[in-house]
């Protein structure tokens, strides 16, 4: 069974960093592609970022330039380093696992005030 647990997640001012991790548990992280989504109040969720069984990586175009995704194989961990964090970032982050089918973890709280 596909476990992935978030951390990391807390409140910030903007222009500040977060660092998030998500440990995964159940099935072979290396052979998985995983990746970072959010949901910002109001909205859907969405992408953000996106790191492959291979290491080919991907940003949405909010974050591109300021999030760092990646994976320690090792560990069974995800991280994504967020800086110069602004109030929109604001948002549940969640950590996802792709192995034939989307697996989500349970969530974490950002929080970016002004």
């Known amino acids: 069974q596909v476990h992935l647990v978030e951390s990391g997640g807390g409140s910030v001012q903007a222009g500040g960093s977060l660092k998030l991790s998500c440990v995964a548990s159940?099935?072979?992280?290396?052979?998985?592609?995983m990746g970072w989504a959010r949901q910002a109040p109001g909205k859907e969720r969405e992408f953000i970022a996106s790191?492959?069984?291979?290491?080919?990586?991907g940003y949405g175009e909010a974050v591109k330039g300021r999030f760092t995704i990646s994976r320690d194989n090792v560990k069974n961990t995800l991280y994504l380093q967020m800086n110069s964090l602004k109030t929109e970032d604001t948002g549940v982050y969640y950590c996802?696992?792709?192995?034939?089918?989307?697996?989500w973890g349970q969530g974490t709280q950002v929080t970016v005030s002004s």
């Open positions: 996802a696992a792709v192995c034939n089918t989307l697996y």
């Open positions: 790191i492959g069984s291979d290491g080919v990586i």
């Open positions: 159940g099935y072979i992280f290396s052979r998985c592609g």
